[in-house]
């Protein structure tokens, strides 16, 4: 499970950070991308990565100002014109699916595969034997929401090398060991399952915030979360503008994560006013409450790790 940050910016494209989308990479766990968002351009950042777009499975979009919906259409276009045949299901706020098929239409775009929409309420909108994700509505002005996906445990591996040292041949006789019965071998030895059955791991869980101003519920929401990833498109002077504008400082989004017990915080949609040495003091401002965090760049690519 990797996240992959494909524009960190806020409102337009800037020359070292384009707006907002992200990639949630489930290659290991279902062969499969979630996108986050799908700012102007995106298409374009695809290309200079690994992901291909027939791997898209599910777009998540937050709220509908163009910064995050402009590139949709026409990614969805060249996934067309690139051989995509899956479907893909779009979750965003009430609008959403008139936007895009809207665009659609007037251009005349035809999709090989189909398109599905689920308009957003709170709760939990996905589920399935390996992830679970909801929403929450934030407060940006219109609707914005933000996601917490929630992937479930892992039970514990069958240990079958010490089995096999043990000569216990593989066969149905695993099955039962795998779920912990005690088992009565041809020789008469008594094998207990439990002893060969490795630890169980907790899912990982991932917080993505759309836009928004200092939520307090917003702690619960991501509580426990592997990795939060929080816009700041303020620093921690600034406050008062970020309530008058909607959005949210640094130290906003570190005390989030720090309330929330969380392991890691990515910071994003960050101003063009802020270049190289600016941005690493919101990385810093935001460290001071909350250590474990990361201003996140184009293209930076996050591993999440079972803990």
């Known amino acids: 499970m990797e996240l992959e940050f494909l524009g960190t910016g806020a409102g337009v494209p800037a020359k070292h950070r384009n707006v907002s989308s992200l990639a949630l990479k489930l290659l290991d766990e279902r062969n499969a991308i979630w996108l986050f968002d799908c700012g102007e351009g995106t298409q374009m950042q695809i290309l200079r990565t690994n992901i291909k777009p027939r791997k898209i499975e599910k777009i ?18 060249s996934r067309s014109f690139q051989g995509g045949e899956e479907p893909i299901i779009i979750y965003g706020p009430a609008g959403l699916e008139n936007y895009v098929r809207t665009s659609l239409q007037v251009t005349k775009t035809h999709l090989a595969y189909p398109l599905e929409f689920v308009e957003l309420k709170e709760g939990v909108i996905f589920k399935d034997k390996q992830f679970t ?12 929401f933000g996601f917490r996906v929630t992937e479930a445990d892992h039970e514990g591996m069958l240990q079958v090398d010490k089995l096999a040292e043990l000569g216990i041949p593989a066969g149905p006789i695993y099955g039962k060991l795998k779920q912990g019965q005690t088992v009565t071998l041809a020789d008469g030895r008594t094998i207990n399952g439990k002893d060969f059955v490795g630890e169980s791991k907790h899912g990982r869980v991932v917080t993505i915030f759309g836009d928004t101003r200092f939520t307090a519920r917003s702690s619960e929401f991501a509580k426990n979360s592997d990795v939060v990833v929080h816009e700041s498109t303020f620093n921690k002077n600034e406050a008062k503008l970020a309530r008058a504008y909607f959005h949210s400082t640094t130290q906003q989004a570190a005390s989030i994560a720090k309330e929330a017990k969380a392991r890691k915080l990515m910071l994003t949609h960050i101003s063009a006013r802020y270049l190289a040495k600016e941005a690493k003091e919101l990385e810093a401002e935001a460290q001071e409450i909350f250590p474990n965090t990361q201003l996140a760049r184009d293209f930076d690519i996050i591993d999440i790790p079972f803990s």
């Open 60 to 77: 998540f979009i937050s709220h509908l100002h163009g910064d995050h919906i402009f590139g949709l259409p026409g990614l969805l276009s």
């Open 133 to 144: 994700v909801e929403c929450m509505l934030l407060d940006h002005g219109i609707e914005s």
